[in-house]
């Protein structure tokens, strides 16, 4: 065997590590393939939400953060790696190459974070008032500038007010939507061993007004589930990239789970809040708000909270690539 070959318990390893990534509704929109020293990573079309994520953005972002717990785990194995984006045209759903180097006497750059990757996990609760320090601050938004992408911090309170504003008009869209509404009755709601968002990870309503968190219940069990008082002040970061493309979403869900790992590492916790950026005229109002910084990926909440439950992840096995599988004969 080649010295950077990888073995089968690291090759667990990596498998292990890379399906704990977070996904939109927790579709789990992806596969992998083991090739000498490299990992592939394939979109999974079925996977994707064709009613909430058309364009597959979402599913892109979901597969960068996939990409980078690959990476984290293979650091803590000493393995440097590298990686390509959409390597190859001829293979559409081939969405990344993850190639791994020799083990090195020290553990490279992002091998920390790997003992956050089971710890880390979206949190619906509602978080304390407790400011997040500045010198944190700085650190998560240097952490996403690593992976070529901005982190703003929203402070000014009228912003943050303007972005709740939109994420609620992006629900009254989607009230009125039967597609979106029997796509999500798929994905939310219940008990859930494979996949899917479960009943208890939704978190309470808001007690008043408007809340800082999504609600993606559709049953209407969940619909009427407990209220809680939220945060008066929650604290939002919004995810930019130079550009708009499958490579820069691709860039914005490695920075997404860089920032989301390095927070758990410090004592926070987070929720995406995306809807905003769902829709086109909403997601252009959030650009024009700060147009310098690119084009807007992903909002975050972050702050000092419990974290979510645990959400269910299918067995590694049911990802690995089968060529004989049914959509997956364009590759
Ligand atoms: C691209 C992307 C978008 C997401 N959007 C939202 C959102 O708008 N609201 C929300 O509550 N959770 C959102 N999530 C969180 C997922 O629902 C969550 O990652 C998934 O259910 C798995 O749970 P876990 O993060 O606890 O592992 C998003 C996740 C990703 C990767």
């Avoid at 318990?9 to 590590?17: D, G, K, N, Q, T």
């Avoid at 083991?34 to 079309?45: A, G, K, L, Q, S």
């Avoid at 992408?149 to 629900?171: K, M, Q």
């Amino acid at each position: 065997m080649l010295d950077h070959e990888l073995e089968a318990m690291e090759r667990e390893i990596l498998l292990e590590a890379a399906v704990l990534a977070p996904s939109m509704h927790n579709t789990q929109p992806w596969k992998f393939a083991f090739r000498d020293d490299t990992i592939e990573v394939h979109r999974d079309p079925l996977r994707q939400l064709g009613a909430e994520d058309p364009e597959g953005r979402m599913l892109c972002i979901s597969v960068g953060a996939v990409v980078f717990n690959i990476r984290v785990a293979a650091a803590s194995l000493g393995r440097a790696t590298r990686t390509s984006v959409l390597p190859d045209p001829a293979r559409p759903l081939l969405v990344a190459e993850v190639r791994v180097g020799e083990v090195g006497r020290e553990l490279p750059d992002p091998a920390g974070l790997y003992p956050y990757l089971p710890r880390r996990r979206t949190s619906r609760q509602p978080f304390d008032e407790r400011e997040i320090p500045s010198d944190v601050r700085s650190e998560l938004a240097e952490a996403a500038a690593r992976e070529g992408a901005v982190v703003e911090w929203v402070t000014e309170p009228a912003r943050v007010r303007r972005l709740l504003g939109l994420a609620v008009d992006a629900e009254i869209a989607e009230a009125d939507d039967p597609r979106r509404l029997v796509e999500r009755m798929q994905w939310v709601g219940g008990d859930r061993e494979r996949d899917g968002i479960p009943s208890d990870a939704l978190g309470p309503r808001p007690a008043e007004g408007v809340g800082p968190v999504r609600d993606l219940a559709v049953e209407p069990s969940d619909r009427l589930r407990a209220t809680a008082a939220f945060e008066r002040h929650p604290q939002l970061v919004v995810v930019w990239t130079p550009d708009d493309d499958p490579p820069a979403w691709l860039a914005a869900g490695q920075a997404m789970q860089r920032v989301l790992l390095l927070a758990t590492s410090r004592g926070l916790a987070a929720s995406p809040l995306t809807q905003p950026l769902e829709h086109a005229e909403l997601r252009e109002a959030v650009r024009q708000d700060a147009e310098r910084h690119g084009h807007p990926q992903l909002i975050l909440r972050l702050g000092y909270g419990p974290p979510g439950p645990r959400t269910p992840r299918r067995a590694v096995e049911e990802f690995l690539l089968d060529d004989t599988a049914p959509g997956m004969g364009g590759d």
